[in-house]
């Protein structure tokens, strides 16, 4: 397409007269800035998707550039931003949750696209971000559970009341798939109903309760099989409190009788037999 006389005029005056030009627009701006953007703001709304349209046509054409520009304009205004952001929390707030409110549907499917299409690229960085503030994160999370102690213990409730068999269908499997966790989480689950049942507050863990950690205990219980026992059939054997719980009459005598060295590994049929007895004998 050809120029015109008079477009090859004011192109070429525009060249000779950049920066001045320049410098009379930033001043008529300057001067008449509430009128453009009132007029600006009118023509967007009554062209919104003309508008937008050119605007993503714009930025596809333009990507690297614009991407570019969006860059070195934050690093130059870092703080310039940062400040503005901390002066106006609310009002930004305010803004962001009605443009939510009114583009609900439009941000969930950008959301939506945009993770399906950037799931490794996202899973990589939220990985290395992790790693990076570490320290950091865990400092904003012990917060946030302090803060909000009781709205995250009502949200965990509310999920197992919902989730249950699920819960308990995990922690079956899990626990059986590895042998030496089942004997931990049977002690835990034996040591906390217990304590319940004689109505004591469980105040330390099962570890402290039992006076070792659980390597100790584990290696405890192993030296004390009998011939057939091994942590693959635990279930055909139980965990035997030597001196039954039972007997204890205060949370003092409760605490002392779960130590681990009154453990003993017994046969089903045995421990079922011996039952709370304190003079049992093998026979």
Known sequence: MELTERQIYLKI?????????KITSKEFYKENKEKINLQNKKYYQENKEKCDAQKKIYRQKNKEQFSAQQKIYYQENKEKKKKYQLENKEKISARKSKNYKENKEKYKAYHKKYQQENKDKK???????????????SAQKKIYRQKNKEKIAEIHKKYQQENKEKINAWKNNYNNSNPVRKLRSR????????????GYKKKNSTEE???AN???????MEAKFVDGMNWDN????H???????????????????CHYTNLQPLWAFDNISKGNRLDWVKE
């Open 13 to 21: 005056y525009y060249l000779e007269n950049k920066e001045k030009l």
């Open 187 to 198: 002690l835990r689950s034996r040591v906390r109903k217990f304590f319940k049942y004689k």
């Open 214 to 220: 659980w390597k100790t205990v584990e290696s405890f």
């Open 239 to 257: 965990i035997d409190h030597i001196i039954p719980l039972s007997s204890a009459e205060t949370e003092q005598e409760t605490i002392k009788l």
């Open 234 to 237: 635990i279930g055909e054997w």
């Open 209 to 211: 309760i039992l006076g």
């Open 123 to 137: 899973s990589i960085y939220q990985k290395e971000y992790r790693q990076e503030n570490k320290e950091q994160l």
